[in-house]
């Protein structure tokens, strides 16, 4: 299990793939509406088809339930998908107005275009979503792409290849799987569009890369994202949306909420109920429960193991190295200075953290840098607004967790260290877009307005009775 695949292309054949796909760009092919609907089609029925593989090999590669795979990666994609293909005419349609006084006879408009050669690097913990969803958003926008899924999970890279082999030309979408030293040899082509999924420490490298060659990149990292509980909660609904927020997945979501911050008049009473919420959902042994995911590696395992203090848990704690098993634990009279609260946990391990006010909470919040996501337990008006209006975040939820990547509507993405730029639905179509501004004018001299053109004159008085 999650034995790396070799690097399957030499830089050559990678320069190869992209030059063909360049050349496949150049030919507007990509371009017409109905060859972006096609193969958008396409691409839902190769998922479909290897629906029951895609099982497997998350099975293999993160021992995910099929259940969990299809709410979370599966679905996930399709509804990708068929948002695009429902929405695709509104989107690609050009937006006209009347151009201001001093432009006319004119009229202004915006002309969406696809940006060229698309680089996606795809993560580890949801290996198909994560590296198949932005393709859909890329090959809507009329883009060449190639796609490098995580060699962190082999399984899933080897489905990704026969999905996106059945439902692309090459020349088109290209899937390229391999190590470091395949990322490190796409990462030195010229593409018109870098989009990584992962670290902010490999974040940066594609970053720096992106600064080479001047291309746009959007980087969708993570970071410590918290969930504030305060005394109006619904407490028994708090634990049942945290419990599962934390631990699908086995907390490696990049928008799990890394932490909680909780008001000390129920601490307690919540520690009580995501203790229930563990039994419910994983049994008395959460090790038998077919449900729990595993720790993706052992270099993974120990760095997550190494944070939990033992003096400090309430629940779980347990683990096994032989098959990378750390129970839903919960560690309680955690401070702001601990080890735990020094990075993100991409595991599942919660830590709580006692406040005595929403203003503390925030403040504690405001240590970090500005996380992905936020969610806030609290039936206080007051208290919803006070998060929205004073804290910095890429999104979240009040009352629940996670549920917001749901709303394709909705743009995902970080601000900060936690990611740069956003996608999903039209988010994503414009991100891997490029919006043309066009001034479009009458050509008869007569409407031409004279005042601009030298020699000028007295052409200042007049203009500023104009324009002014």
């Known amino acids: 299990m999650n ?11 990678l320069s190869s793939i992209f030059e063909a796909q360049e050349r496949f760009f150049a030919t507007g092919a990509t371009r017409p509406r109905a060859f972006r609907e096609a193969s958008l089609r396409a691409f839902a029925a190769s998922v479909r088809k ?10 293999s590669d993160l021992r995910k339930s099929a259940t969990e795979v299809y709410v979370t990666e599966t679905s996930q994609l399709l509804g990708e998908i068929r948002h695009g293909l429902k929405h695709l005419r509104s989107w690609m349609r050009s937006d006209t107005w009347l151009s201001p006084l001093a432009l006319q006879p004119s009229r202004s408009a915006i002309h969406p275009e696809p940006l060229g050669p698309t680089l996606v690097l795809g993560a580890w913990n949801y290996p198909v979503l994560l590296s198949l969803d932005p393709v859909a ?22 489905v990704i290849a026969d999905i996106v082999r059945e439902a692309f030309a090459p020349e088109h979408v290209a899937c390229v799987e391999g190590g470091v ?16 999924t992962g670290g902010t420490a490999i974040g940066r490298v594609v970053a720096r890369a992106g600064a080479e060659h001047l291309s746009r990149v959007t980087l969708e990292l993570g970071g410590k994202s918290p969930c504030l509980v305060m005394p109006s909660a619904r407490l028994d609904t708090a634990a049942q949306r945290i419990a599962w927020g934390k631990w699908v997945n086995a907390g490696q979501t990049c928008v799990a909420p890394d932490y909680l911050l909780v ?6 009473p919540l520690i009580e109920r995501l203790s229930a919420r563990i039994t419910a959902m994983y049994g008395d042994d959460p ?5 729990l995911c595993r720790v993706v590696n052992d270099r993974h395992f120990a760095r997550i193991r190494k944070l939990i203090d033992p003096s400090k848990v309430v629940a779980g704690g347990q683990s096994d190295a032989s098959e990378r098993y750390i129970a839903p634990t919960i560690l309680k009279g955690v401070t702001l200075d601990d080890p735990i609260m020094q990075e993100e946990i991409f595991g599942p391990v919660l830590p709580i953290v006692s406040v005595r006010s929403l203003d503390e909470a925030i403040a504690a919040v405001g240590r970090n840098a500005k996380p992905l996501a936020l969610y806030l337990f609290s039936e206080s ?6 998060v929205i209006d004073r804290v910095p975040f890429g999104g979240g939820c009040i009352n629940n967790t996670l549920v917001h990547l749901g709303d394709l509507d909705l743009p995902f993405g970080g601000i900060g260290p936690s990611g740069l730029g956003a996608y999903h639905g039209r988010s994503g179509f414009e991100r891997f877009s490029h919006f043309k501004a066009v001034v479009h004018s009458n050509a008869a001299k007569m409407l031409d307005l004279p005042l601009k053109y030298a020699p000028y004159g007295d052409n200042l008085r007049l203009l500023k009775k104009v324009l002014d």
């Open 137 to 158: 958003g890329a090959v809507a926008a009329g883009n060449v792409v190639t796609v490098k899924p995580s060699e962190l999970s082999p399984a899933a890279s080897e």
């Open 3 to 13: 034995e790396v695949r070799p690097d399957l292309a030499t830089p050559g054949e």
């Open 181 to 196: 030293e395949t990322s490190t040899a796409l990462l030195a082509l010229p593409w018109s569009h870098l989009f990584f």
């Open 50 to 59: 290897h629906e029951h593989r895609i099982a497997e090999a998350l099975w």
């Open 263 to 268: 008001h000390e008049d129920v601490v307690d």
């Open 287 to 291: 090790q038998q429960s077919p449900d």
């Open 381 to 386: 008006s007051a208290e919803q607004q006070a």
